[in-house]
């Protein structure tokens, strides 16, 4: 065989890469456009310094909004800074689509509950919103996945998840459990 | 035979890799002592976190920086058969990045730059952490000077030739990394030194992560190119055959190099300052790369295959029981190849534009990577020291058998260290945690793959010991090889000396 030639079984393989590797593509394409499932990229900026003073993220407009969005969605904001997510504790109906609004009022954080797909990163100076929807009751934790500092370890909230007919929307946000 | 100017820059290259690499596994025992909650004593997020970074830095960019250029020069030298292109310089390389491991060692070691091995800024580290890193980084640039000086120089004399294989994908990664590690030098130039220094007060967190993105992942192909130049150049022979196809071998570096750079994003999936369309085509580039390397696995598998079969091997599989699977080369590149299918399941699911959500930052992305940088990027480094140590030294290697033992154990090491990381990256357990303090349920689920993550710690930092000692004993008492003895043509087993 010269060495400037590409063997009959060389060719057949690599059809055989492009056909695999199109196939993960394909299945991926699908789901994004046809089921609109993205990762969480939701560019907007905010100043993390100033959240407190913020429309959204002041410490009484916080936690699990008590007017459900125009889709009926659920909407849930979030602080993260050194060692917490704020509210420490937080109550939603199972089933439902839940928007979470999350901002760092520090450093990096993230925030993931196991075995769920609600994972995002919080970067300063960043809005992260992530929607999730929770079919079974249960107490979660929301752990914090990115290293923050030598409390890092410490960081997580609890996430109740209740079944829906046991579930009272909250009468102000900012109060939790 | 290379002259003594590049055996000299090779060896003294690769100590410091190889010493790296013998230190970092000592941290990463600790590690998993650790944070397995098992001995109290050992609990303390401070040195753990400083244990990480240590080891992270260590391995990722010590051991490899150091592992290439050593090997580059001998490559260079050797495929090209001529003398090393201004060896001043190159000891100058070796100079500037030694002195800047030296300048990061010590806020490192003294937990003040525990900022893992990715930089993280908000958190600062102490400002000779980010010189040291830096002028690694541009102590490496020498060496990619002079690996495109030589192959220019060389075309420039062979008018019309193709230049050696080994050659053609060393210029491919001088040029990759050129390129790379731009984003991170960028970072650190215009943003960690201004910031540590005091210049500026803030730090644009997003530009940062976006910088370092861009190195990243090629940063990647930056260590596994040299453990594709073994596979492809010296595994089919020493099986007992030769390369399938030099063309398609051409292709799979130049696929790498153009498919390569632009993917970076695929770590930042999970981050809001990128928009879901970068993120979209990423995946894609993502998922492109992965053809060089099916190609590289097919075409290294076919060569074994031939060999196999002109050893006499027969049937469907017959051919892999007639493999030298005592010869070092071979088993590393069989054990490498294997760890590699694994890695790379693995990695489909991470490089998943929205599967990656259930994974990200939990343990499973320690699990896939050690399978793929330490598994088949390691193992092959391994083998090359292996096979240049005698070349490089005069003398056999100490001892065959042990080396496969060696090779066997990293193997079997990493694969009952990895797993119950997969496992426990299912069950959301995040990677950088120094102990487990949420008082959870799905916590307790956690604590059996505690002590199978710290046997293979053990096996592993014992391989990687044994490791080193062997280079130490053929260095210093290996039998003395004849200076005309082709040592391509060694029998590759049953030496022992002492
Ligand atoms: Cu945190």
Redesign the pocket.
Known sequence: MSRMEINELERKWLFVSLAMIGMFVGAIVVTAIGKGIHPPSHVETIDSASLHLSQEFAEDKLGVQPEPLADGSLQVRLV?G??GFYPREIEVPAGRRIVFRMASMDVL?GAHIPMTNMSTMIVPGYVSEVVSVFPKPGEYPML?N?Y?GLG?DH?WSKVTVVAQENWREPATGGKQP | MNDATVNRLTLFNFWVAFGAFGLACFFGMYQVLERSGLFAFLQSPAVYFASVSTHGVLMAFVLTTFFIMGFGYYTAAQSLRRPLWNPPLAWAGYGVCLFGVALAAVPLLLGKASVLYTFYPPIQANVFFYLGATLLVVGSWFWCVIMLVMFAQWKRDHPGETVPLPMFATAANALLWLWTSAGVALESVFQLLPWALGLTDTIDVGLARTLFAWTLHPIVYFWLIPAYIALYCYVPQAAGGKLFSDLLARAAFVLILVLGLPIGFHHLYMDPEQGAGWKFLHMVGTFAVAIPTLLTAFTVIASLEMAGRRRGGAGLFGWIGALPWKHPMVLAAILSLLMLVLGGFGGIVNASYAMNAMVHNTAWVPGHFHLIFAGTVVTMYLAVAYKLWPELCGRRLYSDDLALVQLWGWFIGMVIMTTPWHILGLLGQPRRISAVQYNSVLTLSWEPYELAMIAGGFILVGSACLFVYLLYKTQTAGGKVDAREDMEDAPPTGRRHG
Do not use: K, S
């Open positions: 993260a050194r060692y954080h914090c990115e923050c890092h960081m």
